[in-house]
């Protein structure tokens, strides 16, 4: 018997044990909506379309590549965002992709970002976005890459 009572003890210990663990399904906090950044810009100012189709203005960091995050800007300081263009400076984080991009090594390159042709934005009619980006680098380049580089922006 005293062996049946310790096995049961033990038994309920650990239920309950994994019990204060768990929680309940109704004592977890509810998911939280996702969130959509606030956008804090002038009127009539255009704004960047990031990878989730949020408005970005005078962003920090900003991913180029979509697909595969293998070439992002970070630390970008503003110095203009203006109607008709914007221009920063920052780093180009860039894969080498050697011997393959899940091996490859990141790099950064000094960048002047140039931001211009806002046209409106396909999904809010009512705010422009930037739809050219231009690259200078001013302090070497990735292999393949010209000093200056043009790409279009998303819609």
Known sequence: MPRRTVRTAVTFCA???LAAITGTASSAP???PPSTP???RQAGQP???DCFWHPQVRPTDFILACGDGNSRLTSLRWSQWHPDSAVAEGFNVVNDCKPYCAA???HSYQVIVRLNAPQPWKKHPDLSHYTQLSLVYTNGKPDGFGQWVDLPLWN
């Open 15 to 17: 239920a309950v044990s």
């Open 30 to 32: 509810a998911p939280s």
């Open 38 to 40: 606030t956008v804090q």
């Open 47 to 49: 704004v960047m379309v």
């Open 104 to 106: 490859g090594k990141f």
